[in-house]
């Protein structure tokens, strides 16, 4: 039988839901900025993870939920633990390391929502329309004329990385999309985060022996936001609201993603972006719109 989130009638609550958790993830890219200054990048990427597990785990037993995902779905967990667990946090901390802003990077993330239309679209064997495919080239298109006007030219490493975290992203988003139709979001990230335990911390021990850390108030509060917000807190309504309301339609919330993350860097990085950046935000809105709008 399948998960209540799953059931027809539930599109509106899945929007609001996917949206709180929105507001949750335009947060991350300063929040690891933040954590950066004081932490080393791969110790934050890792780290993140291991403080979500902690949390996960505390959830698990409160709930008295079972511990481990079925055996079944372990394929399932292990691509959401290579998505989002690994994968998004380790290529978008090393491109901020590299020299992305956090505006610079929410505008090439922008794309997520297409990937991730585009990759459900292919897990579930759905055929979208040629517009559909035409509407992504676009975003990409945007996004590559951006890139190309900041990096003098060229596509820098940092723009790769964060290319490296939109498909990571997008995989882990879709699978755990996937899941949580069946079962509760909240169970979905939990499992994953616990099934990531035994890689996750021990690397965080050996990684916070071996490098310099600074901590003050300020890296030790994004460090904090990163691994209980950005890791676990906000895949819960997020994943539940792709359930409810279907993953490329609840996807749409992530349209304000970008904007979001831009306001966040002015607010509390003093980030000053031209207009090249809003523009290229806008575009990649409109593209992403209309590949939602395509799809359907």
Same mark, same amino acid.
């Given at each position: 039988?399948?998960h209540p989130?799953?059931?027809?009638?539930?599109?509106?609550?899945?929007?609001?839901?996917?949206g709180l958790?929105?507001?949750?993830?335009?947060?991350?890219?300063?929040?690891?900025?933040?954590?950066?200054r004081?932490?080393?990048?791969?110790?934050v990427?890792?780290?993140?993870?291991?403080?979500a597990?902690?949390a996960?785990?505390?959830?698990?037993l409160?709930?008295?939920?079972?511990?481990?995902?079925?055996?079944r779905?372990?394929?399932?967990?292990?691509?959401?633990?290579a998505g989002v667990v690994?994968?998004?946090?380790?290529?978008?901390?090393?491109?901020?390391?590299?020299?992305?802003?956090?505006?610079h990077?929410?505008?090439?993330?922008?794309?997520?929502?297409?990937?991730?239309? /585009?990759?459900? !679209?292919v897990? %579930?064997?759905?055929?979208?329309?040629?517009? #559909?495919?035409a509407?992504? $080239?676009?975003? *990409? +298109?945007?996004?590559?004329?951006?890139?190309?006007?900041?990096?003098?030219?060229?596509?820098?490493?940092a723009?790769l990385?964060?290319?490296?975290?939109?498909?990571?992203?997008?995989?882990?988003y879709?699978?755990?999309?996937?899941?949580?139709?069946e079962?509760?979001?909240?169970?979905?990230?939990?499992?994953?985060?616990v099934?990531a335990?035994?890689?996750?911390?021990?690397v965080t021990?050996?990684l916070?022996?071996?490098?310099?850390?600074?901590p003050?108030?300020?890296?030790? /509060?994004?460090? !904090?936001?990163? %691994?209980?917000?950005?890791?676990?807190?906000? #895949?819960?309504?997020?994943? $539940?609201?792709? *359930? +409810?309301?279907?993953?490329?339609?609840?996807?749409?919330?992530?349209?304000?993603?970008?904007?979001?993350?831009?306001?966040?860097a002015?607010?509390l990085?003093?980030?000053?972006?031209?207009?090249?950046?809003?523009?290229?935000?806008?575009?990649v809105?409109?593209c992403?719109?209309?590949s939602?709008?395509?799809?359907?």
């Amino acid at each position: 039988m399948p998960h209540p989130e799953a059931l027809p009638g539930t599109a509106w609550r899945g929007t609001l839901l996917a949206g709180l958790g929105v507001l949750t993830f335009s947060m991350s890219f300063p929040a690891t900025a933040f954590a950066m200054r004081g932490f080393d990048p791969y110790l934050v990427a890792v780290g993140r993870a291991a403080v979500a597990a902690a949390a996960a785990l505390v959830f698990l037993l409160a709930t008295r939920a079972p511990l481990l995902p079925p055996r079944r779905l372990l394929g399932s967990y292990l691509l959401i633990v290579a998505g989002v667990v690994i994968g998004f946090p380790l290529f978008s901390g090393l491109a901020l390391d590299a020299g992305a802003s956090a505006s610079h990077a929410a505008v090439v993330i922008g794309l997520l929502p297409a990937a991730t239309a /585009a990759c459900a !679209a292919v897990r %579930g064997g759905e055929r979208p329309r040629p517009l #559909f495919w035409a509407t992504c $080239a676009l975003g *990409a +298109a945007a996004i590559t004329a951006f890139t190309l006007s900041r990096g003098g030219g060229h596509v820098t490493g940092a723009d790769l990385l964060l290319v490296g975290a939109l498909v990571s992203a997008a995989v882990g988003y879709t699978e755990g999309g996937r899941l949580a139709r069946e079962i509760p979001g909240s169970r979905v990230i939990s499992h994953a985060l616990v099934v990531a335990a035994p890689l996750t911390v021990p690397v965080t021990v050996a990684l916070a022996l071996a490098t310099e850390s600074r901590p003050d108030a300020v890296s030790v /509060a994004g460090f !904090a936001y990163v %691994g209980l917000f950005s890791m676990f807190l906000g #895949f819960i309504p997020w994943y $539940a609201g792709l *359930a +409810a309301g279907g993953i490329a339609r609840a996807g749409q919330t992530q349209l304000a993603q970008p904007l979001l993350t831009l306001v966040w860097a002015w607010l509390l990085m003093g980030e000053r972006f031209g207009p090249v950046t809003v523009v290229a935000a806008v575009a990649v809105l409109a593209c992403v719109a209309a590949s939602q709008r395509a799809r359907s």
